[in-house]
């Protein structure tokens, strides 16, 4: 098992233990329990393996490029176009959203601290929790909810480090 693999296995058995008590406690709320297993797990699974965004070689890396790529050029790309009158501007528009885009992702990779540095720590992890934390919360509204997610995201985020470590 290559070790992108283990830390994501090890990231969806913490997401079991939070749907075991999520069935039980919204089974009768199936519309509810199906987006809380989606939210849920997309964040164990990120979780477990996004301190590897700090190793350029990783699937990690190449796969927070890509969602960062896909959300710089949509967004550049969607102010430019809304004033884009002419073909001649909607071309300009593409260009330019390539070039930014391009400009922000050789950024993240230059800014991008020593692989297993401050992005491989507790700290980081934390920080992960709570963004997870008040995303979540917008999501439910729920506090206990948004705070259960967030402390299951920050497991599977020291998931990782333990891992790496053992
Ligand atoms: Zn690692």
């Not at 700090?54 to 430019?80: C, Q, T």
Request: proline residues 2%; glycine residues 4%.
């Amino acid at each position: 098992m290559s070790s992108h693999t283990a830390h994501e296995a090890l990231g969806v058995v913490i997401w079991l233990f939070f749907i075991a008590y999520a069935v039980m406690k919204y089974y009768s709320n199936l519309e509810k329990l199906i987006l809380i297993t989606i939210v849920s797990f997309l964040f164990c699974y990120i979780g477990s393996t996004l301190p590897d965004i700090d190793n350029k070689k990783s699937r990690a890396f190449r796969r927070m490029n890509f969602f960062i790529a896909v959300g710089v050029f949509s967004a550049v790309f969607y102010y430019l176009s809304k004033t884009a009158s002419s073909l001649e501007k909607a071309v300009i528009s593409v260009i330019v959203s390539a070039l930014i885009t391009l400009g922000v992702v050789l950024t993240v990779t230059f800014i991008m601290p020593r692989h297993r540095g401050p992005i491989h720590s507790f700290k980081t992890g934390m920080i992960y929790g709570l963004f997870v934390l008040i995303i979540s919360f917008f999501i439910f509204r729920n506090y206990l909810l948004a705070v259960l997610i967030g402390f299951f995201a920050f497991l599977s985020f020291a998931s990782h480090l333990l891992l790496d470590k053992a």
